[in-house]
């Protein structure tokens, strides 16, 4: 029997047939995978996946994919007992969920492009597309050239070519648009309608986005089958921490943890905060902003799946909170510092919140704490510009070592 | 025909203005409303334009002149 039912949509419930869809026809609300948990139960067992692979597939019974093709190595990466930094914070049992380290391209994104494209396969499309510049354009197109797929990124015309180096090199057709960013949403709405393509986030989104529950599985395998309690994680489109929500929850479903799910707590940048001013407004729906932030990778104006954001915070008990430019700097440099990870600014966002909330009191210094790093900081280093200490300029002589290293270090 | 389904996010100092009607006027395109909610401060719809690629298109740029923001459905596709 199959695992998944269809598709359904979020707001008025219409089912639909597992096909490239993602929008309603009748309301417009977004559309989601519906599994059958009844029969997955039958199938799914923490043996079996503690058997599979060391990827995020030994959860596929759990994915919306029959055949995994892309993204063979993606997901399973280091949830690490963050010991320095929980110190730091009064936290006994933190925990940092390490994306910076996903493979390939070194982001979250390989999760959801590696669901996205092995079901776009499935589906029978030979080509693959996206519009960004950062992680997601890298992660498209890294997959797209090891699984023998066709390639199309658009970015607008006016950005300089040394920041897509990191997709380039996978040799994908890169098209610049000339004008902003919201005309080339506009033109890749128009033509992901028009051409038979597999665009990540827009006609393949319910699959794709189903990439992100890998998030929370991981996390209760390595907590030994359990669910934290609480979770910190970043919000930009809203889908990762609403996929994360709906990926404890699966496993309580299934019978693969027993404790209840956590309390989600959510983390934006104070130049791009929509969702959060939608929460702490009580509204039900996001009123879009430009961004103005160094969290370019969470810079989300217009984010699509912000009113569902809004409801899982309410639902977990959570809560939302943001950080400026200023604090997310020092949210890098903290956990570079206490746990030696490099993260880029969305990881550095999460931990300043993290912070915020940990200072606030709103964790009990007993509860197991989780917070999500997504990307690495090595792509976007120049972020941390004139924010690092120099280093100490000698001549070669010993005397000079001593005086001005030895005597320097050892006072300060 | 084609048709391109949109999120239209009215700023205050617009919602007086009887501007679907007139875009319905000005080019060759139908409107189909989906989803609405108009306050005295702000508005945004959720509606289908149909019409040719061109007017659709000319359309959306008329839109984006009177100060509507016009987004996709799909909400931001961009990501960074």
Known sequence: MAKIKGLACKECGREYPIEPIHVCEFCFGPLEVVYDYEEIKKNISREKIEKGPKSLWRYIDLLPVENATVGLSAGFTPLIKAENLGKELGLKNLYIKDDSVNHPTLSFKDRVVAVALSKAKEFGFDTAACASTGNLANSVSALASSSGMKCFVFIPSNLETNKIIGSLVFDPVVVAVDGNYDDVNRLSSEIANEFGWAFVNINVRPYYSEGSKTLAFEVAEQLGWKSPDAVVAPLASGSLYTKIWKGFNELKEVGLINDKPPRMYGAQASGCSPIYEAFKEGRDWIKPVKPDTIAKSIAIGNPADGPYAVKVAKESKGDMEIATNEEIIEGIKLLAKTEGIFTETAGGTTIAVLKKFAEKGVFNPEEIIVAYVTGNGYKTMEVLEGHLKSPIHIKPSLHEFKEKVIGQTVKG | ?80
């Open chain 2, 1 to 80: 025909m084609n048709s391109m389904k949109l999120k239209l996010i009215y700023p205050e100092e617009k919602i007086k203005e009887p501007i679907l009607s007139k875009l319905c006027k000005t080019f060759d395109v139908d409107i189909n409303i989906r989803k609405a909610n108009v306050q005295e401060n702000i508005g945004w719809l959720e509606l289908e334009l149909i019409g040719t690629e061109e007017e659709i298109e000319k359309a959306m740029d008329w839109l984006i002149k009177q100060g509507i923001e016009v987004s996709p459905l799909e909400g931001q596709v961009f990501t960074e």
